[in-house]
């Protein structure tokens, strides 16, 4: 479970939630990261293979907004 200081900010696939949190870390933003197939693992969790959030603090939401817009316009382009 994550803290209650932090928001869930972008969930998605691996290579998109990656490109995000490297995003992220460059403005230094220290997101938490949950991979849900990490769970299935030990036998419990979501069945989506690759599928990941990012959690931020909520201090620092406003600035972490505007990456995962510009990634997500990135993507579209």
Same mark, same amino acid.
């Not at 696939?13 to 995003?23: A, E, K, S, W």
């Given at each position: 479970? /994550?803290?209650?200081n932090y928001?869930? @900010?972008? *969930?998605g696939?691996?290579? /998109?939630? =990656? @490109?995000?949190l490297?995003?992220l !870390?460059?403005i +230094?933003i220290n #997101?938490?990261l949950?991979?849900e *197939? =990490? %769970? $299935?693992i030990? +036998?419990?969790g979501a $069945?989506i293979?690759g599928? =990941? !959030? @990012?959690y931020v603090? &909520?201090e620092? @939401?406003? =600035? #972490?907004?505007? /990456?995962?817009? %510009?990634v &997500? #316009? !990135?993507? !579209?382009a």
């Amino acid at each position: 479970m /994550v803290d209650d200081n932090y928001i869930k @900010l972008f *969930s998605g696939n691996f290579i /998109v939630v =990656q @490109l995000v949190l490297d995003r992220l !870390e460059n403005i +230094g933003i220290n #997101a938490i990261l949950k991979d849900e *197939s =990490q %769970s $299935t693992i030990i +036998g419990q969790g979501a $069945t989506i293979q690759g599928y =990941q !959030e @990012l959690y931020v603090s &909520k201090e620092e @939401l406003d =600035q #972490a907004i505007p /990456v995962v817009e %510009s990634v &997500k #316009a !990135e993507l !579209e382009a």
